[in-house]
């Protein structure tokens, strides 16, 4: 019990210190883009290669492991991380940059996958537990901002805000390497991948005839695209208003974090006791009314109400929707695969379009025209919640 409460506790701490790393990049674009000389087009194409990496990571990961196994293979991708932030402080060229980032999605979409792996075994699937794992994320993505926001505030640059993370993330590298692998099963035994293969053979794929299925991908996919833009944007949007400083915008992103974590935990408590449909489509509609009044004003005490409104009720999104359509996938990894993989893609072209846009239209405009994912997901949250309850064989 002892072991398993460490391992625990080295997951939790990892996935804090890959938040920081996460949301560090969205505090730091700004300077970023002033130091390289870089226009927000390429600025966003970094954030879409992070997407890339971390989506690419549900495919190399597994495959890295059945050749060396998880240890060495979590080991060497957690060691990245710091490789990489080190890197950035060089101010590089833009194609080293893409390289960078794209290897530090890879390093996080790993770190998650063994991270559930590890603690979902240990739990035994209990919520609770994974539901504090996902929790430590969003402290470390909380934290980040609001400690690059305080040495902006002092006059200190982001650069050693990033010796700091590399730091950090060098000591979650040898925690990996410390854990106990051995509570989860070696994906190098031949017993594995004959298991693998059956369970493959026997997925069910009755939700592909299901438009109930189709309707949460694309809710997901127009989600992700707003919620990777307030990653990586909004502190970049919120100093363009020209009503906040750098450093006050970058402490709103983390009061927007500690207002998400709030979020999950008052969903989880209502999906006790509402259907899940009915949570989703008012998450939709407070996200929408609180995202138009967000982009409607110059007030100060205004904006931070509705941003602090905006990550309340886009937090519970994610979780329900992937929740509502169990019932759909029934089980299926190809399903839960195809789910995943069409929401990454939104995440990972929005950014690139708001940066192109916001060359032509500057960025304040720019974000206006994520009003299509708000009333997308919306229209699709209405649909979903109208739908009749069907299993993954109906249409």
């Not at 006791?273 to 005490?301: E, H, N, Q, Y």
């Not at 379009?353 to 239209?361: E, R, S």
Request: aromatic letters at 10%; a positive charge; one cysteine or more.
């Amino acid at each position: 019990m002892k072991t398993q409460n460490v391992s625990f506790y080295r997951c939790c701490y990892g996935y804090a210190v890959s938040g920081m790393v996460t949301l560090s990049f969205g505090a730091i674009l700004p300077s970023l883009i002033e130091e390289a000389g870089m226009n927000y087009a390429l600025a966003g194409g970094l954030l879409s290669f992070m997407a890339i990496g971390n989506l690419l990571a549900s495919f190399i990961y597994p495959a890295a492991a059945g050749q060396m196994g998880h240890k060495k293979s979590i080991t060497a991708a957690a060691a990245m991380v710091p490789l990489c932030l080190l890197g950035f402080t060089l101010l590089p060229s833009i194609p080293v940059m893409y390289a960078l980032i794209f290897l530090l999605g890879i390093s996080r979409g790993s770190i998650t996958l063994i991270n559930n792996l590890i603690v979902n075994k240990i739990s035994g699937g209990s919520g609770k537990e994974l539901n504090l794992l996902h929790c430590s994320f969003a402290v470390g993505a909380f934290l980040s901002p609001f400690i690059i926001g305080i040495l902006i505030s002092a006059g200190i640059g982001w650069k050693v805000s990033l010796y700091m993370l590399a730091a950090l993330a060098a000591s979650s590298a040898i925690s990996y390497h410390l854990l106990d692998y051995g509570i989860v099963p070696d994906p190098r035994l031949t017993e594995r991948r004959k298991k693998w293969k059956e369970e493959k053979t026997a997925d069910n794929r009755g939700f592909l005839k299901n438009t109930g299925f189709y309707c949460i991908a694309f809710l997901l996919f127009f989600y992700l695209g707003m919620e990777n833009c307030i990653n990586g944007w909004f502190v970049t949007y919120l100093q363009s208003t020209g009503v906040m400083s750098e450093a006050f915008a970058t402490t709103m992103v983390s009061v927007t974090w500690m207002v998400i974590m709030a979020g999950r935990l008052v969903c989880a408590r209502l999906s006790k006791s509402w259907p899940k449909k009915r949570i989703i489509l008012m998450d939709a509609v407070g996200s929408a009314l609180c995202f138009f009044l967000l982009i409607a004003t110059k007030s100060l005490p205004v904006i931070t109400v509705s941003l602090a409104g905006l990550g309340f009720f886009l937090s519970g999104i994610y979780p329900t929707s992937i929740a509502n359509a169990g019932s759909l996938i029934m089980g299926s990894t190809i399903g839960m695969s195809i789910l995943t993989a069409i929401s990454a893609v939104g995440g990972i072209i929005t950014p690139q379009i708001i940066g192109m846009v916001a060359d032509k239209t500057g960025m304040t405009a720019a974000i206006s025209t994520l009003s299509v994912n708000v009333i997308l997901v919306c229209l699709l949250a209405i649909f979903n919640d109208r739908r009749p309850q069907k299993t993954s064989g109906l249409l």
